[in-house]
């Protein structure tokens, strides 16, 4: 029988991709081994054949062919010779026999929940390469201290660490990123707290999932800002309680526009998103006495509280709660990267009892090494040099991008006074703003709709959203400029 062999035509290198051209080989390879397209027994092509017509050193392709051979996936032949290994695994069935018959299934018939229930904000996971992205939650990898980053990650790959870290948590957290929360992040917003009275979660979103679950069901009462953010009202929704949207104002939520009836209500009292208003002492005060007589539970999102440059932060809203009414939610997420999908809940210790279960059903624990590394990260200063480090570049560009939206005539719908990082914008009075962000998009540049966080509204949105973390100061004017120009074609001046 004929021995089959491969051509080097299937391999292709993007020497754009931030992945070395050693792994890129390994990935073909392998990825053709476990599909069932190479098949045992088949030649690969020479290491000096597959250099030359990938232009390529030769010694990476040995390198790459030779940790293969060590992992079983090929085998060496004579005369420096490489071949798939008879013992490789290899995908039994095909594909087309894999999927028969799946288009008969009617899944909307099988599927009872529907989660799609609030409209998406869109980011394209491209969004690096468009020259002006005014992306909101995005970062600027710059302004990380990475080299800190991966010590912390080696680290918590210790062996002490390691043996801790590679068990099962259960339920539990990591007690050093626990106690770091307690003892430095949670007073610097005035809060106290113990160990027993926080969980660890996957980002804000998930501590506030788990907060409507534990508060709200079928016939519960629940109110949120309008606008918010979609994902919290798609929360509330998924509780099967009653949700009412609460307009907000200058000064955020007014407490004496909620509902009688109402079992939990759910705020960003310091920085509303996204208009980024900040509810005054008097509100606040008033929201906590409201509570009391009427006997509901406050769920406090405090994101981006660091970003405080233009004015020390406010009061959390938790830190004046004298009766335990107030659930906290935190996010290390928004201040050191998005990726990293870390947060927390402070509630009463029975509360976090229950949501620890909950939280248990659906995910264990977030990740240990994560945590780990954060834990160092934060304890050995790295957090505090990077959160000074992106306070004094925001400044600068919220003052780059405050002279370039006066210059260009628009206008600034929400307060901005301390800071943060981005400004909401309405525009004028016919634009729609899920068109304009299309037609800016083929201009190269990006911001976001506002249709989203107004989740009763049907017709065109008229505001936006346009941050400054994920572009160069030097790239704010123009790009200001080319959405001011669009919408002045789109609807006529503004």
């Known amino acids: ?4 062999s491969i051509s ?16 890129q080989l390994r990935e073909t390879l392998v990825s053709g081994i476990l599909s069932g397209r190479l098949l045992p027994g088949s030649r690969l092509p020479s290491t000096r054949r597959l250099a030359s017509y990938l232009n390529i050193s030769r010694i990476t392709v040995t390198l790459a062919y030779q940790e293969l051979a060590a992992e079983g996936y090929i085998e060496a032949q004579a005369r420096s010779a490489y071949s798939v290994s008879d013992s490789a695994p290899v995908a039994r069935l095909r594909a087309s026999e894999d999927a028969a018959g799946a288009e008969a299934i009617d899944w909307n018939a ?24 005014f992306l909101y939650g995005q970062m600027d990898t710059t302004l990380f201290d990475l080299g800190a980053w991966r010590d912390c990650s080696r680290r918590a790959l210790g062996r002490s660490d390691f043996e801790y870290m590679a068990g099962d948590f259960a339920a539990a957290d990591d007690m050093q990123l626990v106690s770091y929360i307690c003892s430095r992040t ?25 907060a409507a679950q534990l508060l709200l ?21 998924l509780s099967e309680a009653t949700v009412t ?5 200058g000064a955020g939520l007014p407490p004496h526009h909620l509902p009688e009836k109402i079992d939990a209500v759910f705020v960003t009292p310091s920085h509303q998103a996204p208009t980024a208003a900040r509810m005054p002492m008097e509100r606040r005060l008033t929201l906590l006495e409201m509570a009391e007589e009427r006997d509901f539970v406050i769920v406090e999102d405090d994101y981006e509280f660091e970003m405080s ?17 107030v659930f906290y939610v935190g996010s290390f997420s928004k201040s050191l990267f998005p990726g990293l999908r870390l947060g927390y809940l402070m509630a009463p210790e029975p509360v976090i009892r229950e949501a620890r279960a909950l939280r248990a059903l659906m995910l264990r624990h977030p990740p240990g090494h994560l945590q780990r590394t954060a834990a160092y990260f934060l304890a050995l200063g790295h957090y505090d040099s990077v959160i000074r480090r992106m306070r004094n570049e925001y400044e600068k560009r919220h003052e780059v991008m405050a002279t370039a939206l006066r210059r260009e005539g628009l206008k600034v719908a929400g307060s901005s006074a301390f800071g943060g990082t981005c400004f909401w914008i309405e525009g004028p009075e016919g634009l729609d703003a899920d068109r304009l962000t299309n037609e800016l998009r083929a201009d190269g540049v990006l911001i976001e709709s506002g249709s989203p966080f ?33 919408i002045r074609k789109m609807v006529g001046a503004i």
């Open 309 to 325: 440059f233009l004015a020390p932060p406010a009061p959390a809203l938790k830190s004046l709660d004298q009766r335990g009414r």
């Open 110 to 133: 099988k599927l009872k929940p529907r989660f799609q229930i609030a409209k998406a904000i869109r980011k394209p996971l491209d969004w690096r390469r468009y020259p002006f992205p």
């Open 217 to 237: 069901g079928r016939g519960s009462h629940a109110a949120f800002e309008n606008p918010g953010h979609p994902d919290i009202y798609a929360s509330l929704k």
């Open 454 to 486: 107004f989740p009763a509204n049907e017709g065109p949105c008229r505001y936006f959203r346009m941050a400054y973390s994920s572009i160069a100061a030097d790239r704010i004017t123009e790009g200001v400029a080319r959405t001011a120009s669009a």
């Open 8 to 23: 080097e035509g299937i391999f292709f290198l993007d020497r754009q991709r931030p992945v070395g051209l050693q792994a």
């Open 1 to 4: 029988m004929t021995v089959p």
């Open 186 to 210: 949670l007073p610097r917003r005035g809060i106290r707290a113990r160990p027993e009275e926080i969980l660890v979660t996957l980002g804000a979103q998930n501590a506030i999932w788990i």
């Open 245 to 249: 949207p609460v307009d907000v104002d």
